[in-house]
């Protein structure tokens, strides 16, 4: 496995070219050390007011850095499609239930309740959005997350079947807090992927929270599943812990379009 190379340290003025050396010497040594406390508080106690101050930020900015580096793992593994955010966003044309608003999904308050949320309506009116802007606000408040169209998610657990390793690919999507599944019921599903799908996000019951975005109504699911009895456990699941948010108007993309 190849090394990284060490970090550039930036030059804010001119330096000595031992002082450089020297720098370059502490980063080097610095790959090969983790801090141990008592060596850590003997220099403590020989360090002038300076040098505290000096390892005082430096110590600040790690754990910062840290921070910053995980949240981006994060939103690389999540795999959103898009940045959207919360910013901005128009609610005008929507219906959240009626105990249950924008401050409990800004606060990500179903996460940590394990709750499930289902964006419904037709096409184009935001759903997407609205699952993946909570999802990147999921990521930088620390939490793994999922994002997957119903097909791709069909299509990679397919693959995972027939490579023989599709219990470690449920257990890697199972490390997620929230899953989102964007466009379930676009496209009608067999007997094999129904089964696939349920696999996926049966066992997030009571444990993690779903967002589902969906144009069709819960009636309409044993069709899109072709086994009602699987979609009637699946709803069974997503309404006792669940809410539905209900998208109503005319489609963003169609009173946007260029070709009218």
């Keep these: 496995m190849s090394r990284r190379p060490d970090p550039r340290i930036p030059e804010t003025r001119r330096r000595r070219a031992g002082t450089i050396a020297k720098s ?60 959207k955010g919360l910013d901005g966003y128009d609610w005008s044309d929507l219906r959240m239930p009626p105990d249950w608003g924008r401050v409990q999904l800004e606060s990500l308050e179903f996460v940590g309740k394990s709750e499930d949320l289902v964006p419904y309506g037709p096409v184009g009116t935001g759903k997407s959005h609205l699952a993946v802007a909570p999802g990147r606000l999921a990521c930088m408040n620390a939490m793994p997350v999922r994002f997957f169209t119903a097909s791709g998610l069909l299509m990679r657990l397919r693959r995972a079947k027939q490579e023989n390793r599709l219990d470690g690919e449920l257990a890697a999507i199972g490390k997620a807090r929230l899953l989102i599944i964007d466009e379930f019921g676009h496209m009608p599903v067999d007997e094999e992927g129904s089964r696939l799908l349920f696999q996926a996000v049966s066992d997030s019951y009571e444990t993690r929270s779903i967002i589902y975005t969906t144009n069709i109504e819960f009636s309409g699911w044993g069709r899109v599943l072709g086994d009602k009895n699987m979609a009637a456990a699946l709803i069974d699941r997503t309404v006792h812990h669940g809410r539905m948010i209900r998208f109503e108007g005319e489609s963003y993309r169609r009173t946007h379009a260029l070709m009218q």
Excluded: C, Y
């Design 24 to 83: 370059e010497r502490v980063m080097a040594m610095s790959r090969h050390l983790t801090l141990t406390r008592g060596v850590l508080a003997d220099h403590l106690a020989q360090a002038t007011p300076a040098q505290l101050d000096f390892i005082e930020s430096w110590f600040e900015a790690e754990p910062a850095s840290r921070e910053q580096s995980k949240r981006a793992r994060l939103l690389k593994a999540a795999g959103f499609p898009n940045a």
